[in-house]
């Protein structure tokens, strides 16, 4: 049965010094997950899991980014086996610190290469893109702005919604950093502050204030639309997904590595493969409320998405996004967006 952990690093170092000999060819196999992945989204994939193959699956949940800070204090000690976590900077951050594993290249072949670590330490399991939420009772598709950059425009003063302590919105200030470069990006961020944006603390809000008419426009990514139409199917609000490399239409991923000192690894594997498992990528089509895009080829995304292949957005390597957090906070809190 699987077991959720609630334990202080402290205690998980005393769990990792205990467990040394333990090993895959106990009469009970298990792994050790740390998720940054919400439970109400990926337990039923670790309930597939547990059912399909009889290994015992311990969760600690928690934020990506904490949980790989956790990663790098605990180091040889981590109990961890998998890091599957929101987003690639965290990945990137536990692989800089030379913690992760180079996974099967049967495995990464799985994943087109835009969608995985170049070196081949950790993998994408399902996509999402930043989008323009619009409210449709004011707006058109065809009023809403083709580049964020156009969110300037004096029009849309008091019109904007933004959650700027979020990590999806400062991995897509991270995505313009790498693109353009600080001196544009600060450009635009204080653009945006003279537009006096409401700011939000989660995406979801800033959905939900759109389809109120709270505010016209959000800058979310593509699945919060599906979480608020599934609690109010006439919310009066739609995407907008902006086309070519502009910064708002950042093609990220959620994945999964393994750890070099992973006490189970071959459980490891196997769940990583089981993640990329034509039936696990399907749960982002046919059962999940986000919509996620699957990321393994031959699998469709809901119906109304665009192909991922169509979807392009700044072209750069996901993995650095997390090299470039520390100055986009900086920069979030020298304009005023974040304290």
Not at 33 to 41: C, M
Not at 174 to 200: C, F, H, I, V
Not at 205 to 212: D, H, I, L, M
Request: hydrophobic share 40%.
């Amino acid at each position: 049965m699987r077991r959720v952990m609630v334990l202080a690093v402290g205690a998980l170092l005393g769990l990792a010094a205990g467990c040394g000999g333990d090993d895959d060819a106990g009469a009970n196999e298990k792994l050790v997950v740390y998720s940054g992945r919400e439970e109400e989204l990926v337990e039923p994939l670790f309930d597939r899991f547990e059912q399909e193959t009889g290994i015992d699956v311990e969760v600690r949940y928690g934020d990506s980014a904490e949980l790989a800070a956790t990663i790098a204090e605990e180091g040889d000690n981590s109990p961890a086996d998998v890091f599957f976590a929101q987003d690639p900077g965290s990945l990137g951050a536990v692989e800089r610190e030379g913690l992760l594993t180079t996974l099967p290249q049967d495995t990464l072949d799985r994943v087109p290469a835009r969608f995985r670590d170049p070196d081949g330490h950790w993998i994408g399991t399902s996509g999402r893109s930043r989008v323009i939420a619009y409210n449709t009772d004011a707006l058109s598709e065809g009023d809403v702005p083709d580049s964020v950059f156009a969110l300037t425009d004096p029009k849309w003063k008091g019109k904007i919604g933004i959650a700027p302590t979020n990590a999806s919105f400062q991995a897509f200030v991270s995505a313009m950093l790498l693109q353009l470069g600080e001196e544009r990006t600060r450009d635009w961020l204080e653009g945006l502050k003279a537009n006096e944006p409401k700011l939000y603390e989660k995406n979801t809000p800033v959905v939900e204030a759109v389809g109120s008419g709270e505010i016209e426009l959000g800058l979310v990514n593509h699945y919060y639309l599906y979480l608020v139409k599934e609690e109010n199917p006439d919310a009066a609000v739609a995407n907008h997904f902006l086309t070519g490399e502009d910064p708002g239409a950042l093609v990220s991923v959620a994945g999964a590595s393994i750890l070099e000192t992973a006490d189970h690894a071959d459980a490891a594997r196997r769940f990583v493969e089981f993640l990329l498992s034509d039936p696990s990528q399907r749960f982002y089509v046919d059962e999940a409320e986000e919509a996620e895009y699957p990321l393994v080829a031959g699998i469709d995304a809901k119906s109304g998405l665009p192909p991922l292949d169509n979807l392009r957005g700044p072209q750069i390597a996901l993995d650095q996004l997390g090299s470039e957090l520390e100055q986009t906070l900086e920069l979030l809190n020298a304009v005023g967006f974040t304290t």
